[in-house]
């Protein structure tokens, strides 16, 4: 699920998901502020695989300029919760304190597998662990700042949350930071070029 401060986890497990799949599962993980969004959009642009972004569901409100079906699929609390039941997320968890759910919708993954293409899941750490229990050969990539120092610059540059949700964000970066050793790789995002670079190295030895 995308970054969240706390979240529990849901017990609801898909039936076979990893079956007959013959692409590749990629999951990318890494705290707030790490540069992330604007990584993945040169990977998708540059590195020569067949990338196709999975997107996530959420119940909580689109925000302005979001788009149903692109940046999430927008579920209301009633359909997500038919859909949990019906075992047809592959991970999803609850926010604590908001109250919304994200996950990731098996038709997001199992399809796209089957039909050849690498499907990418940008999830947290919760998410990707549960991810494995169903794709343990997943390419599993963290993306890290250079510093705890450094994430906290560029949270506090954007100017958008007050000091205290950044020190929860830092919080939470420290725990994912603690947790980085479960993925098969890590890149540090300190200069971009250098870091789309080591992207698409990794995806290309692993057989793009």
């Given at each position: 699920?995308?970054?969240?401060d ?9 039936q ?14 890494g705290p ?8 993945l ?19 909580r ?46 038709s ?78 890590r890149?540090t ?20």
């Amino acid at each position: 699920m995308p970054d969240a401060d706390s979240a529990k986890p849901n017990d609801d497990k898909p039936q076979e998901a990893g079956a007959r799949a013959t692409g590749k599962l990629i999951v990318i993980s890494g705290p707030s502020g790490a540069g992330k969004t604007t990584l993945l959009k040169r990977m998708y642009a540059e590195c020569p695989a067949p990338l196709v972004p999975s997107v996530s569901a959420t119940t909580r409100k689109p925000r302005p300029g979001e788009v149903d079906g692109v940046d999430y699929h927008f579920l209301t609390p009633d359909e997500f919760r038919r859909r949990r039941e019906n075992g047809e997320f592959l991970e999803c968890f609850e926010v604590y304190g908001r109250g919304d759910w994200y996950g990731t919708l098996q038709s997001e993954v199992a399809p796209r597998l089957k039909a050849g293409k690498w499907v990418v899941l940008e999830i947290d750490v919760q998410g990707t662990i549960a991810v494995l229990e169903h794709y343990p050969d997943a390419l599993t990539i963290f993306v890290q700042p250079e510093s705890v120092e450094e994430l906290d610059r560029r949270l506090t540059a954007r100017g958008t949350e007050t000091r205290a949700a950044i020190e929860r964000r830092l919080e939470v970066a420290r725990r994912e930071l603690a947790e980085a050793e479960r993925y098969r790789y890590r890149v540090t995002n300190d200069e971009l070029d250098a870091a789309v670079t080591r992207l698409c190295e990794i995806l290309k030895s692993c057989g793009s």
